[in-house]
Structure formats: C-alpha cells, structure tokens
C-alpha cells in the first residue's frame, strides 16, 4: 500500500529512508581522499625533526658530560632568583592585562589577571595550536569579567603588539651593543610603530564620527558592488565603534601599560641572565638579548608546543656564538632556564587552571550561547522610539535642564 491511514482517519504518505543515500561521485572528492593526498607531509616533518634531535645530540653528546657536572654544582641562589625573574615577568603582563581593560571600563584584580596569564600560558606552550587555545580562553575569561566583544579583542591585539614592539627593541639593542650595523630606520619604525599605536587607539576612542564616516563611505561601495542596499553593515559597524568608545587609553593609562609591558620583558630577560650566572657561566650582555630575542622569536613558530627543540637549539647557538659562553655551559643554562620558564610554568598553570578554570569550562556551552544572544540582540535591536510619558532617564534629565 502506497498510503497508510493515520490516527483520527488522517491519510499519512511514508517519507522516504534518505539515512542510506549515497552521494553521486561527480560532488567532488571527499574530506578523508583530499586528506589522503597530503599524508607525506607527517612523514616529511617527522624526519626533518627527527633529524634534528640527531644532528644536535651528535654535536652536543661530547659536551653533556660537562653540562651534568655544571647543573650538579648549580648555584641555588641564582636559581632562586632565576624563579623570581619569571614570576615577576608573567606579574608584569598580568598588569599589562588589567591596565589594558581597565581603560575599556572592565575592573579586574591583579590576581584574577594573573590567574588567566598562567593558566593560558601553561595552554600555550603544552597544546598543540596552543596559542589557538591560549586566546580563545583569555577572550572568554575577559568577556565574563564585563568586557564587550571589541573591547576583549582589543585587549588581546594592543598587549601582543606591545609584547611583539618590545621583543624587537630587545633584538636591537643587542645588535647595538655588539657593534652590529643596524638599519636607523629599523630602530625608528619600531618606536615610532609603538607611539602611533598609541595615538591611533586614543584617536578611534575619541573621534568616532569620523571613523564611522570613512567606514560609511567604503561601505556603501562594497554594498554596491554586491548589489545590497547602501546601509547593510552599518549596524554593526555603529556597534563596534560604540565598544570602542568605552576604551578610554590616557596618557597615564598608556605610560603605566608600556612600563609594565617593560617589566614583562627585562624580568623574562633577568631569568634568562640568572639561569646562566646559576650554573657559572658569566654571559655578555650583548649575547644575552640576542639569544633572548632569537629564542622568543623562534617560539612563535608553531612547529612545536612551546617551540620545543627549535627554542632550546636556538638559544644554545647563540648563547655560545653571542654570548661568549662554552658550548657545554650553554646547554646546561639552557636546561634551566626552559625548565623555569617552560616546565615549571606548564606545571603551574594547569594548577591554577584545574582550581580556579575548570567549572567554567563545563559551563561554556550555557555561556557562550547566552554571549551569542546577547550580541544578537545588542545588534539588532530597533532604536529607541521617545514616546510621549515615557522618557529615558537621559531625556528626562535634558527636560529638566532645559526646563
């Protein structure tokens, strides 16, 4: 039978089984066979690594004796200081942090700043992608302390590009000392980078007419080139500049972020110094910012979790061409300071993240749902209709001045 009688007498026609419909072979090769074709790679990326772990063993094998001796006979005071440095380091960028917000109207205390500081960073440099991870969780934690979408973003794009400024001053300044030949223009765009950064930020906040203006006038082309109507976009856009409003970076607030941001850097760079005066070896400064910022600058690179070989084969390059230490020293000076400043890290972060971070990971899902509403409606939401007997508590204040 081609029908089948429902309840109550309902004729009710039997939906086809599309649970087993096989695709036809002209859609296109699947994810799994475009996957298939790029297998070599692993293996490519296997071996290059694995040749890399051979190739710095070999070197390295003659002088390990060495460097086991160096750590057996460390010098517990300077690994002490060593721990010391990178607290003060990852406090300083836990500063950087709330300094950051607090000029977007969002209060945080320093401890729940550093709290997030450990804890991503134990993400970073342990997963892999962590630095994905790493973000999307700073971004989430920001957002339940009150900040708004841009607001939150923000935060995270001016503290990396300060980080990123200052690491390249680092660079610099090492070539300096050492009487390598620096490009002037090199040293100038990386200030004058920083100092515009500034003004730029102060500027959007300030002049938001201006920007909505310019976004209006490349809007309204786009639009047209895609046959929408003039405004489309726009509500969005006055939302965004509306965040960016609330972001209020003063001379102040600007000053007191780049002197923390300072702190940062010079306190991982102290750590890096300590871990070489812990096991003996008496480093040129020179060799030390070079061999600090070639190491930092490698650890972007996501080959790794937390670059690993790639950063600790780096630093001990240079800290034996730059930094005038034996080959033997370097290795064990590197051993400390990424046990400090990697391992010991890790260990605390994911502490401080099973304490204090791991129920709002079990309530993410109810969040982020409620986030995504919320932006919905702020988005879309139709403009206030004054109504004559119901005035806002603005208008009703402007009634009473002019009044």
Known sequence: MSELLGYAGQVVTPQPDRSEVV?????????????????????????LLVALLVGEGVYLWPRLHESWIALSEIHWGWLAACVLAQAVS????????????????????????????YASTAMAVTLP?????????????????GASPVVASWQLAISGVIAGIGLALIGVGGALLVGGSVSPFT????????????????YVSAHPNSIE????????????????????????????????????????????????????????????????????ADPAL????????????????????????????TLIATLTTAASISASQAVAAAFVYRGVSFILVAIVGWIV???????????????????????????????????????????????????
């Open 187 to 202: 040293l100038t765009f990386s200030i004058a980078g920083l100092i515009a950064l500034i003004f730029a930020v102060r």
């Open 286 to 313: 020179s060799g030390l910012l070079i061999a600090f910022a070639a190491g930092k600058a490698v650890a972007t690179i996501p080959l790794a979790p937390g670059g690993l070989v790639f950063v600790d084969a």
């Open 353 to 403: 993240f099973l304490f204090l971070f791991r129920r709002h990971q079990h309530e993410d899902l109810e969040f982020d749902v409620e986030l995504e509403r919320s932006e919905q409606r702020a988005l879309h939401e139709p403009p206030a209709i004054q109504i004559e007997g119901l005035e806002s508590p603005k208008g009703e204040r402007s009634h009473r001045e002019n009044g």
């Open 129 to 145: 992608a962590g630095q994905v991870f790493s973000t999307a969780f700073t971004y989430r934690e920001t957002r339940r302390w």
């Open 213 to 280: 203006a310019a976004v209006r006038w490349v809007l309204v082309r786009v639009n047209a080139m895609r046959n929408k109507p003039a405004n489309t976009g726009m509500s969005a856009v006055r939302e965004m500049l509306q965040q960016l409003e609330s972001v209020q970076l003063g001379k102040r607030d600007g000053a007191i972020t780049l002197g923390w941001s300072a702190v940062h850097r010079v306190a991982d760079l102290a750590c890096l110094a300590a871990a070489c005066y812990a096991i003996g």
């Open 23 to 47: 695709p036809h072979a002209s859609e296109g090769p699947t994810p799994d066979r475009q996957r298939g074709r790029f297998w070599w790679l692993k293996w490519v990326a296997g071996v």
């Open 90 to 117: 990852l406090s300083g960028y836990g500063r950087v942090q709330k300094q950051l917000l607090r000029a977007g109207g969002v209060t945080v205390s320093q401890r729940k700043s550093v709290s997030v500081v």
